[in-house]
Nanobody, 124 residues
Framework: QVQLVESGGGLVQAGGSLRLSCLATEYTVRTNNLAWFRQAPGKGREFVAGIMWIGDSTRYSASVKDRFTISRDNAKNMVFLHMSSLKPEDTAVYYC????????????WGYGSWGQGTQVTVSS
């Protein structure tokens, strides 16, 4: 069973940077597409970034493109989300998700395993 554990969330000022980490069950990172979603208070969960199970293909939402970078380390079974130029509207609980290999899906239904989430708060 795939398990995902996020870390790295916290409080940061607008314009600052933060790196989120997601530790996955062995082999998960090299055999699944991985993604980050977020959920702000009172809103639904939205896709942030995804990375294909093989190669370097990535996909980003329009709201974070050019500010956030997703990457993975197969040897460490980890996926990362480096966030820069943070804005108050980036405040949310961030979730790591694993889904079947293939085209990077930006929908929740494309991912069958989820972490518990980590809170990111950006102050103005």
């Amino acid at each position: 069973q795939v398990q995902l554990v996020e870390s790295g969330g916290g409080l940061v000022q607008a314009g600052g940077s933060l790196r989120l980490s997601c530790l996955a069950t062995e082999y998960t990172v090299r055999t699944n597409n991985l993604a980050w979603f977020r959920q702000a208070p009172g809103k639904g969960r939205e896709f942030v970034a995804g990375i294909m199970w093989i190669g370097d293909s990535t996909r980003y939402s329009a709201s974070v493109k050019d500010r956030f970078t997703i990457s993975r380390d197969n040897a460490k079974n980890m996926v990362f989300l480096h966030m820069s130029s943070l804005k108050p509207e980036d405040t949310a609980v961030y979730y790591c998700a694993a889904g079947r290999p293939g085209t990077i899906n930006d929908a929740e239904w494309g991912y069958g395993s989820w972490g518990q989430g980590t809170q990111v708060t950006v102050s103005s």
